[in-house]
C-alpha cells in the first residue's frame, strides 16, 4: 500500500525503488550502444570489457636514436679499449621507434658512439659510417621496447564499468579498437510544475518565482551519465499534468516531476502518479525534502514495460539532495559504474546543531583548518537558500534517532570540495561587511578561500577565543570612551596576542524606501509615530551602535516598534526594507546603494579586522594583506558609497 505523506525510514523509501526496478528488469545496466573511438567518448561508462586485439608494440622497436647491435658483439668495450664494430654486420642505423633488424638485441644511443670513416678516422656522417667505436658494453634488450611491453593480445585493457579517461583512449586505440562498447546513456525527463513559476529572463513581479530547479537536476543528470529534457513549466492543473507526465513516459527512462509533492491543495504529483501508475512512496524521513514521491508508470505508447518517476520537492535546496540522495545511485545502477562517493574527513563543529529524531538529516557546511583542528561550521538550514549548497564544502549527516550535536563534537564530512582546497580556506567570522564579498572575489585569483560567517562583531572575538577563525570583522563601539574594539578585545581576548587592522571607515544610516515615504530624519522618528523598525542581532557592531545612541537620546528600546526583528547581515536589513517588511533599519549606504533604496547618514565608524598574532604573518594570510594593500582593491572600494580608507 502506497504511504501519503507518512515519512518513512530513508532506506525503506530506497529498498521500495530498488524492489520495483528489480521487478521491472530495470536494476541493471539499461542498454549497450557501439561508438566511434574519438573525443567524443571522453567521460562513457564501459558497459563491457575491453580485451586486447593486437599487442603494443607489435614487433621489437628501438626505444631510442642509434645502432642496433648483438649484445655479445659489445662485450669487453671499455673507455681505455674501445670496440669498433662493421656497419651492416655488427650495427645498423636505427631511429627511435624502428623495427629492431633481425638477430640484434640491443640498441646503442648515438651519443654513446663515434661514427669512423673508412680510414678509421671520426666523422661528421653519423647516420652513414662505415664503422662505429664505442666504448662501453650493453646488456641484452638494452633501449629496446620488446613485443607487448606495453599491452599483450588477448590481455584486458579496461574493465566494465569503467569511466573513460584521456588515456584510457589512447590504451584502447593501442590494443586494436575503433569502436567501443558503452552504456546508453539514460534518458531523463524534468518537467517543473508550478503556476506561480516563470522562465529564467523573465521580468519578475510580485508572486513570480523564477524556475531553476530544471536546470540544476539537468546539470546533475549531466554530471551523472545522462541526458536530461527540461520540458517547459506546467502550471497548476491535474489534467495537464497527467497529460504531460504521460508525454515524457513515451520515451525516457525516469520521470523528475518537480513541486506539488506536499499535501497542498494544488499538490497534483501524487494524484497524478496514482491515475497513471503506481504510487509506491509519499513521504520520506529525511531533511531537507521530506515530501518525496516514488512511483512506476507504464512506459507509453504500449504499457508493455514500467518507468520510475520521482516527484521532487519544490524547495531548491530539497529537490537538489533530493537528486543525490536517489538519482545520482540510479544513474550509476543504469551505466554500470561505481557510484561516486564523496571523500570523508572528520572536522569539529564550531556550535550546536539540532536535527529532528525521527530523520535523516544533510547539514551544510563550511569546512577549514584553523590551527590544527579542521573545522565544521553549519550553515543556512533553510530549503529555498540555494545558495547555501554554493557555499557548502561539505555535508553532515545525522542519522535518524540523534537529535543533532554539541559544538566541539567530531563530525564526519562528506566533501563537494577537496582537502587541498581546504587547507587553503581563511575563516573570517565576525560583523557583515560588503568589502569582505570583494576581499573574497580577489582572493580567488591568489589560490585563496575566504569563508565569511556572519555572526556579528562580538561572536567574532568569541570565535577567535575558542580558536575557531583566522579573524573576524569587528566594529563594537565602547560607549564610554567612544573607542572600537579596544575594550572587548581586552574583555574576550586578555589571554591572545592580537592585531587590530583597519579594513575601512564605514558611514552607517537610515535605509529606507525610495523617496523616504514615512519622512525618517532621524532616531526620533524611529521612536515615534508607529515606524516599523529592523534591528541586527545581539552582539553586532551596529546593535552596539542603535544602543549607544537611543541611550544619548533618551530614547528607550520599547519606544522602537520592531527593536526586536532582527537580521544578521547589511544586505538583510536592506532587503526587509525593499520587500516592504519593515520602513527603516540601520545599515551601512552600500546595502542601500546595492538594492536601491534612500540612505540617510547619521554616523561614522571604525570596521577593524582582528587578527590573532599566531596567524598574522603566517603564509596562509599573506594574500589576504596583498589584496588589502593593492590598489585595485582600494579603487573599486573608493566607489562604493559610504566607505573611506585611512584614520579617522
Known sequence: MPLYLHDIPLDKAKAALKEALKNADLWRVLAT??????????????????WAKVSSPHYHASAMDGFAVRAKDTAGATLTAPLTLQIGEQAQYVDTGDPLPEEFNAVIMIEETEALDADGEITPAIREPKEIRIRAAVAPWKHVRPLGEDIVATQLVLPAGHILRPADLGAIAASGHIEIPVSRKPRVAILPTGTELVEIGSELKRGDILEYNSLVLAAQIKKWGGVATRFSITVDDFELISQRVAEAAQNHDLILLNAGSSAGAEDFSSSVVEKLGTLLVHGIAVRPGHPVIIGMLPKLPNGESLIPIIGMPGYPVSAALTGEIFVEELMARWTGRARFELDTIKATLTRKTTSPAGDDDYIRMAVGRVGERMLAAPLSRGAGVISSLVRADGLAVMPRGTQGAEAGDEVDIH???????????????????????LIAQFLSEK????????????????ALKRGEAHLAGSHLLDPETGIYNDSYIAKYLANQRVRQVLLVNREQGLLTLRGNPKNVKGLEDVASSGIQFVNRQRGAGTRVLLDYHLNLKGIATKQVLGYSNEEYTHLGVAAAVASGRVDCGLGISAAAQALDLDFLPLFHERYELIIPEIYFESELLAPLFEVIESKVFRDTVSEMPGYEFGEK
Open 33 to 50: 550502444e557501439f561508438i566511434p573511438l574519438d573525443e567524443n567518448a571522453l567521460g562513457r561508462v564501459l558497459s563491457e570489457p575491453i
Open 415 to 437: 566533501l563537494y570540495r577537496t582537502r587541498a582546497e581546504l587547507e587553503k580556506t581563511i575563516f573570517c567570522i565576525g560583523s557583515h561587511d560588503m568589502t569582505l564579498d
Open 447 to 462: 589560490d585563496r578561500r575566504l569563508i565569511s560567517s556572519n555572526v556579528g562583531s562580538l561572536g567574532g572575538l568569541v
